[in-house]
């Protein structure tokens, strides 16, 4: 079955980095798109980066562009979130997907990684 194991979340202070990591398995990685989405408290869940296949597509929500970036190893069946400039906006739980073949909607979703980005 699909697995997706988030990591690298944590308290951080504004303008700090963080890398979200994402291990997957029980699909064939290289084939998938994969994402990162968020949900901020008290907020539904939103999309936030997802990649292509082959690591050259990438697309991001506009509030993060520039600052975050999306990357995959498929060697490691990993992919990455870099986080940069991080704001207190940025506070939520951040989750890993397993994204549909096109569009920002994913079909599986890990359990999530707590980032917490203070003031």
């Known amino acids: 079955q699909v697995q997706l194991v988030e990591s690298g979340g944590g308290l951080v202070q504004a303008g700090d980095s963080l890398r979200l990591s994402c291990a997957a398995s029980g699909f064939t990685f290289s084939l998938s798109r994969m994402g990162w989405f968020r949900r901020a408290p008290g907020k539904e869940r939103e999309f936030v980066a997802v990649?292509?296949?082959?690591?050259?597509?990438?697309e991001y929500d506009d509030v993060v562009k520039g600052r975050f970036t999306i990357s995959r190893d498929n060697a490691k069946n990993t992919v990455y979130l870099q986080m940069n400039s991080l704001k207190p906006e940025d506070t939520g739980v951040y989750y890993c997907a397993k994204m549909f073949s096109t569009g920002r909607d994913a079909n599986y979703w890990g359990q999530g990684t707590q980032v917490t980005v203070s003031s």
């Open positions: 990649i292509s296949r082959s690591n050259i597509g990438t």
